[in-house]
């Protein structure tokens, strides 16, 4: 028996409303879809614990589209929330970018339900776990304005501004980052391409909205309910950072091509995004952490025994219902066991991989330890594990020669 999800439309434009309607039909997807003229109908109707997505069209309704995607965030987090609009605008992207997943514009509904439904299957195989879940949908942590978003603001007013150093001042922050790829993902739905570097997103954004989002996240955001993490946000920063400067060594040393570099660097620079998640929304990484020592068990496995679930499936989940590049998606879900990764060709995935494994504490103590961090069998399976062996070598600086004589001492 097929379990349909819920897909919830409030929509008083009767012809978008049938429109969505005969696609998902004729899509034939496991998606039934309920239609409401008004919120209140909906509310009357439903229980919202059955519905999966819910689409709002904000021109049409009485009900304030700002009130009703608050209530649905604090009361229902669990529902993809997605309002659709004649056009997307400025104002429009700010208000909400904290609020909804995806805004769609009428004329581009069908692409953008196509892209939300291949979204779905690979977020059920991600999570679960309802209750995480809940936790993901309702991640909106603000973070403190830093000396680099100054800087950013700084350079904005200036006559000769520079969109390069912007968009190197944003690549240093992890969050900020982070919310500038998530909006200029939901900013360009006349091109399903997904923007993945942050020099495209300056330039498909805007200084506006830029400027606009660092003071919406900074400005307003509690600082004194989170000096306690600033510790563990510093050393997951340092090491996102690592690794995303990393990922050009591990390319030219597999002789990989030079166009992979963007899509690696991302990757690598929002890999462990699900850990940000675990350490400010479930506030178990301390046992975590003593699990794992106590266990000598990896971290992944202590978070699997502890809350149900690892930071590289819940990062994934986020990415993926934000709009990431699904080839960056996949490389965060599966970064450190690839070989449970049923699809092909994703050489992101390998490069961040190995990446994570050269910056592992142990790495360079020997290569027996870097080998311990990795997947050989996939990597041998793809035909890289004696280069990725010769990889470690030169990005340690260790002649093959002393690695020689010391396996033979």
């Known amino acids: ?37 008004s919120f209140e109908r909906l509310q009357k109707s439903v229980n919202f614990e059955i519905i999966d997505y819910l689409i709002y069209e904000i021109e049409q309704m009485e009900a304030d589209y700002e009130i009703v995607m608050k209530i649905m965030k604090t009361k229902f987090p669990h529902i ?8 997307m605008s400025e104002n429009l992207l700010i208000s909400t970018h904290e609020l909804v997943h995806m805004i769609f514009e009428k004329k581009n509904i069908n692409m953008c339900l196509k892209d939300m439904f291949a979204r779905a299957n690979k977020l059920r195989v991600f999570l679960q776990n309802k209750d995480l879940i809940k936790i993901v949908n309702s991640y909106d942590t603000k973070s403190y304005l830093k000396s680099s978003d100054v800087a950013i603001l700084q350079q904005i007013q200036r006559p000769d501004v520079s969109l390069k150093l912007i968009s190197d001042l944003i690549e240093n922050d992890l969050f900020l980052s982070t919310k500038v790829l998530q909006m200029a993902n ?10 993945n570097n942050i020099q ?13 989002l660092i003071l919406n996240i900074r400005l307003f955001g509690e600082e004194s309910s989170r000096n306690h993490l600033l510790k563990y946000f510093k050393e997951l920063e340092t090491h996102s950072n690592q690794v995303a400067n990393d990922v050009v060594h591990v390319i030219e040393a597999l002789g990989l091509d030079s166009s992979l570099q963007k899509d690696a660097f991302t990757a690598g620079f929002i890999h462990d995004i699900g850990r940000m998640i675990i350490i400010e929304k479930i ?3 301390e046992k975590i952490a003593h699990q794992s020592k106590i266990e000598k068990a990896s971290k992944c496995d202590a978070e699997k025994k502890l809350i149900g679930t690892t930071h590289a499936e819940i990062g994934a989940f986020f990415l993926c219902v934000w709009g990431f590049p699904m080839e960056i998606v ?8 690839p070989s449970d990764y049923n699809g092909t060709g994703n050489l992101v995935l390998m490069i961040t991989h190995i ?4 910056n592992q504490k142990h790495s360079s103590e020997g290569i027996e330890f870097f080998l311990d961090s990795l997947d050989p069998e996939y990597l041998d399976r793809l035909g890289y594990l004696e280069q990725v062996k ?20």
């Open 186 to 195: 939901m900013a360009i739905f006349g091109n399903i391409k997904r923007v």
């Open 283 to 285: 506030k178990d990484w």
């Open 330 to 337: 996949e490389a965060v879900a599966y970064h450190h066991k």
């Open 200 to 212: 495209t997103a300056v330039i498909s954004l805007g200084l506006n909205i830029i400027r606009a």
């Open 80 to 87: 993809i929330r997605i309002i659709i609009s004649d056009k």
């Open 390 to 409: 010769t990889c470690y070598y030169e990005y340690f600086g260790i002649e093959l020669d002393e690695e020689q004589n010391n396996e033979d001492e």
């Open 1 to 37: 028996m097929v379990d349909y999800k819920k897909l919830a439309c409030v929509i008083g434009d009767s012809s978008v409303a049938n429109n969505i309607n005969k696609y998902v039909k004729n899509l034939g997807s496991d998606v039934e879809v309920l239609s409401f003229s």
């Open 355 to 358: 990446t994570e494994a050269l």
